[in-house]
């Protein structure tokens, strides 16, 4: 999974994506023009004490790549989006909105005041913009070489949406629409989340700038972060980090509140795979059956799919072994259409 993250001038987008990812990019003046690129090991305490139990040769945890765009250096600082960025952007599957809602005097913000709710609003209508200028001139090209088809008549659909003020992520697509415009990475199709940068003043504070209320109305998830000191925390070596957290009263750990969050926003969930060679986690969009989870791992297994026998994380730390959850009639035999689950612990038996 890639994620995108987006936002105004100084709005701290750097910052929080140091915080998330440790990395140390440079903030403020001295930061990046281009875009900056860091893979994270998705923390799961379940990969963890599966590997306790098997001591595998390798431990393999799912992966979370991020990218933060450089600032616009086309259109100036009124707009958060340029053609480096909409290159940058083009292959991640959702977008985080860095809103900047912390006080600082010596870091202007391009837009005048600290208007988290602004911000939101102008960060939506630049995203359906953007889509809007692309919708526009296909469908122009389109006519011109007279193929009014089916990819025609759903681009103008999509352009009336944009129109009637809404993001394309709220168009209902079918089977056969969703891949006729896989191709084009509208951004206004991607899931979204809002992430509103906050200042340590107001930590264990009620919000005042209306961020909620709006992230509620739109149906946008929404985390909050105090980015520049989760960066400073992000560096500490990882024991001091919880006592850290614990003094200052921050929750839990910003980078698992952020995957539970963006994997709930994907629709993504993990299954998992262990054994004497390696333990390893598995991202699959939730709902998947069986038979095609085995194709995450290798076309073979899907093609030779037999069974899949399957035993719940929980259930297996319950019994305290895979012998002893069988013995407990706690491991089952799936077959194909099997819907695997959140936290299943999968060995799938095939043949080629
Ligand atoms: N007080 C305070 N300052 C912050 C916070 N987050 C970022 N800043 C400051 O805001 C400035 C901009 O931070 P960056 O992380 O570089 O912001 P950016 O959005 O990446 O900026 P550009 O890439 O230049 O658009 C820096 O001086 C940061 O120290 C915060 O949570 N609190
Ligand atoms: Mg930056």
């Not at 989006?81 to 959702?94: C, E, I, M, Q, V």
């Not at 709710?117 to 007279?146: F, G, P, Q, W, Y």
């Not at 700038?209 to 520049?228: K, M, R, V």
Request: hydrophobic share 40%; net charge negative.
């Amino acid at each position: 999974m890639k994620a995108g993250i987006v936002g105004y001038a100084r709005s701290g987008k750097t910052t929080v994506f140091n915080a998330l990812t440790g990395a140390q990019a440079a903030v403020g003046t001295y930061g990046s023009r281009e875009a900056n690129v860091a893979v994270i090991k998705v923390p799961d305490q379940r990969v963890v004490r599966l590997a306790a139990i098997h001591h595998p040769k390798k431990i393999t945890h799912a992966e979370f790549e991020f990218v933060d765009i450089g600032p616009n250096e086309e259109a100036g600082e009124q707009k958060a989006l340029d053609g480096a960025a909409l290159t940058a952007l083009k292959n991640t599957h959702a977008l985080v909105h860095v809103v900047r809602a912390f006080d600082n005097e010596s870091v202007m913000h391009p837009l005048g005041n600290v208007d988290p709710v602004r911000d939101a609003s102008a960060m939506e209508d630049e995203l359906k913009l953007c889509d809007l200028i692309i919708i526009e001139r296909r469908i122009e090209r389109l006519e011109k070489e007279h193929r009014k088809d089916t990819e025609y008549g759903l681009l103008c659909h999509c352009r009336e949406h944009i129109e009637s003020g809404q993001a394309l992520r709220t168009l209902p697509l079918s089977h056969q629409e969703e891949p006729l415009l896989a191709g084009y990475s509208f951004l206004s199709q991607k899931p979204l989340m809002l992430l509103g940068n906050y200042g340590e003043e107001s930590i264990g504070k009620d919000d005042p700038s209306g961020l909620t209320a709006f992230a509620h109305e739109n149906n946008l998830p929404l985390i909050d972060l105090c980015g520049a000191m989760e960066m400073e925390i992000a560096r500490l070596p990882e024991q001091e980090r919880s006592d850290f957290r614990e003094q200052l009263g921050l929750g839990e750990e910003s980078r698992l509140r952020f995957i539970q969050a963006a994997y709930d926003m994907l629709g993504v969930i993990s299954f998992l795979t262990a054994g004497p060679q390696e333990v390893r986690a598995w991202t699959i969009r939730k709902n998947t059956r069986a038979v095609d989870a085995a194709g995450v791992i290798h076309t073979d297994i899907q093609r030779g799919f037999i069974r899949a026998e399957v035993v719940h994380f929980t259930d297996l730390m319950e019994a305290g072994s895979p012998a002893r959850a069988k013995e407990l009639g706690k491991m089952r035999l799936e077959g194909k259409e099997y819907i695997v689950q959140d936290g299943d612990v999968i060995l799938f038996r095939f043949n080629v």
